[in-house]
């Protein structure tokens, strides 16, 4: 099975502070990546993906995030955060054979500080 | 534009008790995901369905039982439910075309 692991399980930052979340998948065949967030007490909201092609993907709200396919890893970055990035990020993996399936990391939970 | 429903938004029950979520979306997406999220484990797939009476374990399916008679519902039932069952549950369902889930609000279930 699939295994998807965000090293990262708190992280606290100051606002303007640079932003790198770690994920790392186990599956070596053709994967689609995932960036979700959910802010306090809401659904989860896709950040970005990658499906194929540029392996440096834009998001929302500033977000980017990069494709290393030797290392395994799709790590999210925001060069400056807000107060209003404080939220749980999550990674998630979808096996390119498995239409929809998503193997999700155990989150991030990221708290900036005013 | 209602997109995707779930409730109720939150429920008690006691163990041994049979419950119900409920999820309704409104897009004709063809497939429906639902995932429990517990503290530490991120979210973890326990059914999904490919398209009406199509139906597919996921990771964590023990206690659960779903049907899918129309596409736009996919219910989620616990047939006895356990105090591990307390969790958050989300639904979701996916575009084809795009490969994208998208989330219902979650049901915070609390197994007494």
């Known amino acids: 099975a699939q295994s998807v692991s965000q090293h990262n399980h708190h992280v606290i930052l100051s606002e303007a502070a640079s932003l790198e979340l770690g994920c790392n998948y186990s599956?070596?065949?053709?994967?689609?990546l995932f960036w979700y967030v959910q802010y306090p007490g809401q659904h989860l909201q896709l950040l970005l993906k990658?499906?194929?092609?540029?392996?440096l993907v834009k998001g929302i709200k500033g977000f980017e995030a990069e494709f290393i396919k030797s290392k395994f890893s799709f790590n999210l970055r925001k060069p400056s955060v807000q107060w209003s990035d404080t939220a749980e990020y999550f990674c998630a993996v979808n096996e390119g054979s498995t239409l929809g399936r998503l193997y999700f990391g155990r989150g991030t939970q990221l708290t900036v500080w005013p | 534009d209602a997109g995707i429903t779930q409730s109720p938004r939150y429920k008690i029950t006691e163990t041994g008790r049979q419950v119900t979520l409920m999820c309704h979306q409104t897009?004709?997406?063809?497939?429906m995901f639902w995932y429990r999220q517990d503290l530490g484990h991120g979210l973890r797939l326990i059914y999904y369905s490919a398209a009406a009476d199509i139906t597919d374990k996921g990771e964590v399916p023990d206690g659960y039982v779903v049907s899918r008679s129309k596409t736009e519902n996919f219910p989620l039932t616990l047939e006895s439910a356990t105090r591990s069952q307390t969790s958050v549950y989300f639904c979701a369902s996916l575009t084809s075309g795009k490969n994208i889930q998208y989330f219902g609000a979650g049901t915070r279930l609390s197994v007494l």
């Open positions: 897009w004709s997406h063809s497939y």
């Open positions: 599956y070596g065949g053709t994967v689609n």
């Open positions: 990658y499906f194929s092609g540029d392996p």
